[in-house]
């Protein structure tokens, strides 16, 4: 019995182990799509527009994914969602990838326009080591058809009876993130029956459509082409101009693939004409996947420079670095060819040399921290102002250096170790001539757009002729704003010469007097001129001042002018040495409320000491102010102020600098009505100096500022300007 017992355990035991065996067999041979529920898939079409959404079900991160059509099919564009990118490959193929994975749960959505409706897609989801997770095919479902309203029988009209909308009332936009000249679909719901409403974008009208008895609409609108990528308005209009309207954000359009990857094989950026210290940007189209090689040669065929650059996945190429036109370059003409391999191009151009101002930088790039440093030719014996800008378009330099018999020009400027990264641009002037010269710190420069306007004053009717620069062949939009900044028409579009230059002749039929705002702008880069209609001259009394007691400066020192006159009224300020001679003269004017306040002077790096003066005058009526410019460094503390920057999460500071000093400082920093901000105490060195950032409070109102510093036996102060 025992036995028995023993052995029927012992059985039971088998048919366990038999039966877990035979279910390890069943798992291996399970085949290999039994996962095929680990990525979900989703497609719907809309005429040739496709949406896929991949949502990751497993317990693995996706990195990549792969979609191809069949043979009867061809993609003729993609777009992607913020963070990836999207490339296709010679054999039809779009590879899809992101540096942030897609993890369990999450999803991602991919828009494909196809050259026919409703095709089949094969896709596969890999991993961050691209091991396949799984594979498969989805097939589009189509959106929900619009609803044509019903016909309107022959007693039956469409009248405005009763509102148009109500608090219910509500529409949509289909995609909420629409792309410029893509096509939308716009439905609603609770909105009067039976009616007609126009729909708009902004100001445009877009098209019309009318309600169904219910109340319900569902059409499609197209969004134009030559539309601004920016924030607009979607608004529903009824017969009374009652709106209903809603806030979205107008993309750029979509990446577009080559519809034939035996793309034409371009050169662009290449003017007819370039000057000593120009840049030369060379880029163009080919076909993908190939190299190209472009070689600049002299007249007599002296290869002088040789690049190689791949062609993208787009079609598109361009150089990695510009190359600089030398100083030296001899004048006369260059030949320029490009090759794939395939097909060579041969473009020619010239250097010539009636530029007045000619200055480049001892190299294109330089690292924060590192000296600036510049040289050039311009008129000989003559002052020439020099503006250096930061990538926001601060001025952060600025000086007014004389040049000899030989016109040579030398200047250099030391960045700081947290110098912003981007392009920094130096704005030479001398006499009516001026130029713009770029640089990069930290990175490469790009040219950004700029402008200037031929005067500062016009009257009512005259033309404003406004220069331009920025890369050859851009396309830039130039708005103008009115005295109360709202936009005076609409944009213009304005396409740049292969050289980088471009005018605008801007009739000022029908302004009023005032101030007015240029504003130059191309993709996400603008810069601004101001300009004014109709002001006078010579309508008050007249009274300036500088901001520093005493009124001691140094070489390099910034003014600060202040003053009171007549509101609007055009001014012009000069700068004279002790020996009679005009350093800098500019034109401005005062504000609304009579208020003058001039940044833009400084005490030149080469000053002589003694007596400066500054004249402001506007007609009949001027003032004068005397400042001392001491060129070697007097007794006692002295403060100054540096630029305004701004430094990471701590926020805005500017750095005050003490010298002379003994002992321990007290520093005080008091607002326009006599308020003390905040009160600072330090140990000078031995050297008697102290350097000081100082982070401007958040609260802190824009206004001058008054730093005042005491120590054992002396004090002084000075101001800066906040804005």
Do not use: C
């Not at 409703?118 to 589009?140: H, I, Q, R």
């Not at 620069?469 to 900044?485: E, F, T």
């Not at 000069?574 to 401005?588: F, H």
């Amino acid at each position: 019995m025992i036995m028995l017992n023993y052995m029927t355990k012992s059985s039971t035991r088998g048919i366990f182990l038999s039966i877990t065996l035979l279910f390890s067999l069943l798992l291996i041979v399970i085949p290999s799509n039994a996962n095929a529920q680990e990525i979900n898939v989703k497609s719907f079409a809309f005429e040739e527009t496709t949406i896929i959404e991949f949502t990751n079900n497993s317990d693995e991160e996706i990195n990549t994914f792969r979609i191809w059509l069949g043979s009867d099919f061809n993609f003729k564009s993609f777009k992607t969602e913020k963070g990836w990118l999207g490339e296709k490959t010679p054999l039809g193929v779009i590879i899809f990838t992101s540096s942030e994975t897609i993890k369990p749960s999450e999803s991602v959505k991919f828009g494909v326009k196809t050259d026919k409706a409703k095709p089949g897609v094969n896709w596969k989801a890999l991993d961050k080591v691209d091991n396949v997770m799984d594979t498969g095919k989805v097939l589009s479902g189509e959106l929900p058809k619009v609803i044509q309203n019903t016909e309107l029988k022959q007693d039956q009209i469409l009248e405005n009876i009763g509102p148009s909308f109500s608090t219910e009332s509500i529409f949509r936009i289909v995609p909420e993130k629409p792309n410029v000249g893509s096509t939308i679909r716009v439905t609603g719901d609770e909105f009067a029956a039976s009616q007609e409403f126009d729909f708009y974008i902004d100001s445009k009208k877009i098209g019309s459509f009318e309600t169904d008895e219910n109340g319900h609409f569902m059409t499609t609108m197209k969004i134009p082409e030559e539309q601004k990528a920016d924030r607009v308005d979607f608004i529903i209009k009824d017969k009374d101009g009652k709106e209903k309207k809603i806030s979205l954000r107008i993309g750029e359009t979509g990446n577009r693939i080559p519809e034939s990857d035996n793309i034409k094989l371009t050169i662009k950026g290449l003017p007819e004409v370039l000057y000593r210290g120009d840049f030369l940007e060379i880029f163009g189209t080919g076909t993908p996947g190939n190299t190209i090689t472009a070689e600049i040669a002299t007249f007599d065929g002296e290869i002088i420079n040789s690049r190689t650059v791949e062609i993208d996945a787009k079609g598109n190429w361009e150089l990695e670095e510009p190359i600089i036109i030398a100083l030296d370059s001899p004048l006369g003409k260059y030949s320029v060819t490009i090759s794939d391999g395939r097909k060579t191009i041969l473009k020619h151009w010239a250097i010539e040399s009636d530029k007045v101002i000619v200055i480049v930088p001892t190299n294109l790039k330089f690292d924060q921290g590192e000296i600036m440093k510049f040289n050039g030719t311009a008129l000989p014996n003559m002052p020439i102002e020099i503006i250096l800008e930061d990538p926001l378009g601060k001025e952060i330099f600025s000086d007014i250096i004389h040049t000899d018999d030989s016109g040579f020009v030398e200047f250099e400027f030391q960045t700081e170790l947290s110098a912003t990264k981007g392009t920094y641009t130096i704005i030479a002037t001398q006499e009516k001539e001026k130029e713009f010269i770029f640089v990069g710190v930290g990175q490469l420069p790009s040219i950004p757009v700029n402008l200037a306007l031929d005067k500062l004053n016009y009257k009512a009717g005259e033309i404003a002729i406004i220069s331009i620069i920025g890369k050859g062949s851009d396309v830039v939009s130039l708005l103008i704003l009115d005295p109360s900044d709202k936009p005076k028409g609409v944009a213009v579009t304005i396409i740049l010469e292969p050289d980088g230059r471009g005018t605008y002749s801007l009739n000022l039929d029908g302004y009023s007097s005032g101030a007015y705002t240029a504003i130059i702008s191309k993709g996400g880069t603008q810069n601004t001129e101001i300009f004014a209609i109709g002001l006078q001259t010579g309508s008050g009394q007249i009274e300036i001042n500088t901001t520093r007691i005493p009124p001691n400066y140094l070489p390099g020192d910034p003014i600060l002018i202040l003053g009171n006159t007549s509101p609007s009224v055009i001014l012009t300020i000069i700068l004279i040495d002790p020996d009679g001679n005009e350093v800098k003269v500019k034109e401005t004017f005062s504000d609304k409320n009579g208020k003058i306040s001039e940044s833009s002077f400084r005490i030149p790096s080469d000053a002589v000491s003694g007596m400066w003066t500054i004249n402001a005058k506007s007609g009949s009526n001027f003032d004068i102010v005397e400042i001392e410019v001491l060129a070697t460094l007097q007794e006692g503390i002295q403060v100054s102020v540096g630029d305004l920057e701004t430094l990471g999460v701590v926020g805005k500071i500017i750095t005050i600098k003490v010298i002379g000093a003994q002992q321990t400082v007290e520093i005080e920093i008091i607002a326009e009505d006599g308020e003390i901000i905040e009160t600072l105490s330090f140990q000078a060195s031995s050297q008697g100096e102290i350097n000081q950032p100082w982070i401007i409070p958040k609260e802190m109102e824009p206004g001058i500022y008054t730093v005042r510093v005491v120590d054992a036996v002396d004090s002084a102060e000075t101001t800066f300007k906040f804005q």
